[in-house]
């Protein structure tokens, strides 16, 4: 029987825009997310509940493709549906669509359950997943990693100094401030002229309140007889990875 799906409605806020008067990537995400919490407080799963067991849900990688980013008072529906776990992994998915039902924007998470006292991943309880009607699998997902960052191909870096509002409830960077940190390292003049189609980010370490993060990007790769471009992105902090990203953008038709 397939997990059951929550469905939320929204209207795209000024403050989640740029000056695009478009969503931006980060922003999208929230919304995305926001709509998985939602789902949780209305199963009785809230984060306070999780947090009294002295655990908290943390992602590990997002898979985010984008038709099209919604506009500034743009009424959208965000849904996301539970679809499958295992001992110690969690899949969701997430998608958005307009008022007619076009899907602007999809997301594959996988998330897994930390126990916060040892900042270690720990084995999901049933009484946590059963409400929503996931599958279980004793298979371990498979999503393909972003490449390798090249650090010989690295074209500029930004430093970022982690603020205490950075930091949600498990005690570590929330993981939508990464998008942030990955956009802002690429230059204005490419931001204005392309559109993101595609990000696939992957945790690797934990980020804390006060540490130095530095923002890594390489040259925009043109694909081969296509408005297409890639870019590869790395965050590090102390030379250690904390996470790594790959972006597909596309040109703006009148550029």
């Given at each position: ?67 099209r ?75 393909a ?29 929330n ?30 370490r ?41 972006c ?8």
């Open positions: 029987m397939a997990a059951n799906i929550f469905s939320e409605k929204h209207q795209i806020l000024f403050y989640e825009t740029d000056r695009t008067r478009r969503v931006t990537p980060g922003m999208l995400v929230n919304i995305l997310m926001l709509a998985s919490q939602d789902q949780s407080d209305e199963l009785g799963l809230t984060s306070q509940k999780i947090h009294a067991q002295d655990l908290g849900w943390v992602v590990t990688q997002h898979l985010l493709t984008i038709e980013l919604p506009q500034l008072k743009e009424k959208v529906i965000v849904k996301t549906q539970a679809t499958a776990y295992n001992h110690y992994f969690c899949y969701r998915d997430f998608w958005l669509e307009d008022q007619t039902g076009e899907v602007l924007a999809k997301m594959h998470s996988t998330f897994i359950l930390m126990d916060q006292e040892k900042r270690k991943i720990t084995k999901v309880p049933t009484e946590l997943i059963a409400p929503y009607g996931s599958e279980y699998t004793p298979k371990v997902e498979r999503v990693e972003p490449e390798k960052f090249n650090l010989e191909k690295m074209s500029a870096s930004k430093d970022y100094r982690v603020r205490f509002m950075d930091i949600d409830a498990n005690q570590h960077v993981n939508v401030h990464y998008f942030d940190w990955i956009v802002d390292a690429l230059s204005e003049e490419f931001l204005i002229n392309h559109q993101i189609k595609q990000v696939n980010v992957r945790y690797k934990e980020v804390h309140y006060g540490e130095l993060v530095t923002s890594r990007v390489d040259q925009p790769l043109t694909v081969k007889d296509s408005k297409m471009s890639i870019t590869h992105h790395q965050i590090v902090v102390d030379q250690q990875e904390s996470c790594r990203a790959q597909l953008w596309e040109k703006n038709e009148n550029q």
